[in-house]
């Protein structure tokens, strides 16, 4: 997210990164190594956040894996501590009291304890002591904004109450032009960084010899009439987006080439999450997939960020916040 608020472009203001902090090790190094800022890494429960800097904006997601639908009726969601991690941003945003903030979730937490979650989360933010928020937020395809990827997220956007501020979330720009993953991949053998190939089994190869592009693992002899997760042994299409890049999970979760029998390099994963490619990622292959799996691509992000500047300066002006 802090990259796709980076890349943000408007004539008069640009966004700049005052505080950022992460919990994991490998993508905290990450970070350090494609930014120009630094990052606090550690748990964000331990952090005192009164000493921390004010900023305009405040922006984040809190975990999803609680909220997740692909845990099913299993995830405990808002009932444990990792889904009340929100009320952390709900702290760090009535102490700082920002213009505005965005949160980044998965589809799942719209269902959530049968839609409660949200709503819960919603007030929160709306109640924050002093000026409130008017809270929105919408269930957006990434793809319908260019990301050549099917990647459903729920962005939550608090405008502060006294703004006056009424946003609205950009129109879709690629709804029926997506941009393909042949698009994508286009010369990204060239890239040196993160692209290493993994060596797979030959069993696992034999399945993959069986599946066309943009199959999965239905189309292998004797699998048929399982019933298990599309992105098991999923094959990305030259000519569609990619289905959702995962940041984890065994049993053919990986992702694959739709020519050649193996799994996604990272950096065709960083390509498909719209990642430069002079950004570089540290840790080893499953660290780096992680990282990839769990991040906003910055081209999706960036839309939001450049409408919440338009906003700002048709509604208020820029000026008075220059």
Request: hydrophobic share 35%; net charge positive; with cysteine.
């Amino acid at each position: 997210m802090d990259l796709g608020f980076l890349l943000a472009k408007h004539p008069e203001i640009a966004y700049e990164i005052v505080w950022a902090n992460d919990f994991d090790k490998t993508a905290c190094e990450t970070y350090k190594k494609n930014f120009n800022h630094d990052i606090v890494c550690g748990d964000i429960w331990e952090i005192d956040l009164d000493k921390t800097p004010k900023a305009d904006v405040i922006i984040g997601g809190f975990p999803c894996q609680d909220f997740s639908i692909l845990r099913g009726e299993k995830r405990s969601g808002y009932k444990s501590k990792r889904g009340l991690l929100y009320t952390r941003f709900v702290e760090a945003v009535a102490k700082k009291l920002p213009l505005f903030f965005v949160a980044e979730n998965v589809k799942g937490l719209l269902t959530a304890n049968n839609g409660w979650a949200i709503k819960k989360i919603k007030q929160d933010f709306e109640k924050v002591d002093h000026v409130g928020y008017k809270v929105q937020y919408k269930l957006i395809n990434f793809a319908d904004y260019g990301v050549p990827q099917n990647r459903e997220r729920v962005i939550i956007v608090g405008i502060r109450s006294d703004l006056g501020m009424n946003f609205a979330f950009p129109e879709p720009t690629h709804k029926n032009k997506p941009v393909t993953v042949k698009e994508a991949l286009k010369d990204v053998e060239k890239v040196k960084f993160n692209n290493e190939k993994m060596s797979i089994q030959a069993s696992t190869r034999e399945k993959l010899e069986q599946i066309p592009a943009g199959g999965n693992y239905k189309n292998i002899k004797g699998y048929e009439n399982k019933n298990w997760m599309s992105l098991i042994y999923k094959r990305v299409h030259p000519d569609l987006p990619s289905p959702t890049i995962v940041a984890n999970g065994g049993g053919g979760t990986w992702g694959y080439h739709h020519l050649e029998h193996r799994p996604l390099t990272n950096r065709e994963r960083a390509r498909i999450q719209t990642f430069p490619d002079n950004f570089e990622f540290v840790g080893s292959i499953s660290e780096v997939r992680k990282q990839l799996g769990n991040a906003v691509p910055p081209q999706g992000i960036k839309p939001i960020a450049e409408q919440l500047l338009k906003t700002l300066n048709k509604e208020i002006g820029l000026s008075k916040f220059l």
